[in-house]
């Protein structure tokens, strides 16, 4: 009696494992919507992926609207904009966030004050170095403004900006006033216009209920260190803007979480599965994933559950073998096979964007006219 109930055991136990093994069959993606972008870049060592990823956008930009392929420098646009966080930093004592992090309208910013340049006219790196890493520059500058702000007199020291000034330098470069491309000469903000950036048409959205619909606020998160306003609009009508933009050729930078055990960048799969014990398992393949409503995505973000961690750049729209849709999203994590799959692209679920997406930034003209008109009110 017991061998037979060890032998019923055994094949049930088999059967499960046939099961788990057939649900969990891995992903096989078909791209839907495949929108050109320049190739897949790292980082490095730094916290400047809002810089990578709206720079990406930016190069896409470009190419939609001139037909020119250009690689823009990320690092240009960082070097402006530290002078900005410290000033923040230091105007409000110190009682501010001061780090490597950043916004996509931060980007955005930089144009609209600075221009742009390509990469070959401002690296960020010293001869010796191929690699960005920011950690020693950024505890340096800290702990200056720290110095200026802690001062015994309490009377701010007017060298604060020309030394933080002279930091940046140090690590990145000075500053580019002017520069040759494609046998022209430009500035930065000649360059920028030439490219057709205006800044005035980008646009950013997100999907709370603690903030009114359909008007501008400014989204309370550690990395918004320059105050910008969102748009708020339903989380429906947040997926039907991604939607109707990457139809009609326009890609949008991603501001979201990726803390999750189910975003994976060595499976490149970010989804929400429906029994949160199963995180790891859906990486590997398709589950059931989680229905995702505004009031649980509101939720979530309130209980820190959802946080600002990281931007990213989508592309385009896939499907698995099973008809489920999935975004497109370039990161910027490099390609290397230990780290990331499909050449450094992640797949997201439509739930995974609609729980876990902070906030997109996109051209003006990628939005739906009944939205757009709802929030020009």
């Given at each position: ?178 520069f040759s491309f494609e046998n022209n000469e430009y500035t930065p903000k000649e360059f920028a216009k030439a490219m057709r950036i ?180």
């Amino acid at each position: 009696m017991k061998k037979f109930t060890f032998s019923i055991i055994l094949v049930f136990a088999f059967a499960k494992a046939v099961l788990a093994q057939e649900t969990n069959a891995s992903y096989i993606f078909t791209d839907l919507i495949d929108l050109e972008t320049t190739p897949v870049i790292s980082q490095g060592n730094t916290g400047t992926c809002w810089s990578f990823s709206t720079s990406s956008f930016l190069e896409s930009e470009i190419t939609r609207i001139t037909g020119k392929k250009v690689d823009l420098s990320e690092m240009y646009t960082v070097r402006n904009t530290y002078p900005m966080k410290a000033e923040n930093y230091v105007m409000r004592q110190g009682k501010a966030q001061f780090s490597e992090g950043g916004l996509a309208h931060d980007v955005i910013n930089s144009v609209a004050r600075y221009g742009l340049v390509p990469l070959d006219a401002y690296t960020g790196l010293a001869p010796t170095e191929n690699t960005h890493n920011h950690a020693e520059m950024v505890a340096v500058i800290e702990a200056m403004l720290n110095t200026y702000i802690d001062n015994p007199g309490r009377r701010l020291s007017k060298k604060w900006k020309p030394a933080v000034n002279a930091v940046l330098d140090t690590y990145l470069g000075a500053q580019v006033t002017r520069f040759s491309f494609e046998n022209n000469e430009y500035t930065p903000k000649e360059f920028a216009k030439a490219m057709r950036i205006h800044p005035s048409e980008y646009i950013s959205l997100t999907s709370f209920t603690h903030a009114p619909r359909y008007s501008s606020f400014i989204l309370n998160i550690p990395d918004n260190f320059s105050n910008g306003s969102f748009y708020n609009v339903s989380l429906d009508e947040f997926i039907q803007s991604i939607d109707h933009a990457l139809e009609n050729g326009f890609t949008i930078t991603l501001d979201c979480d990726v803390s999750e055990l189910s975003f994976s960048s060595k499976q490149g799969v970010a989804v929400i599965p429906d029994q949160k014990e199963n995180a790891k398992l859906a990486v590997l393949g398709p589950e059931k994933e989680k229905v995702i409503t505004q009031q649980y995505r509101q939720d979530e973000f309130e209980n820190y559950n959802t946080t600002d961690d990281h931007l990213m750049h989508i592309t385009g729209k896939a499907k698995d073998q099973n008809g489920t849709v999935y975004y497109k999203v370039k990161n910027s994590w490099g390609t290397n096979p230990d780290r990331t799959a499909y050449d450094g692209y992640v797949y997201m679920s439509v739930s995974y964007i609609r729980l876990k997406a902070i906030s997109v930034l996109m051209h003006r003209d990628g939005l739906p006219k009944n939205i757009s008109k709802k929030i020009r009110k």
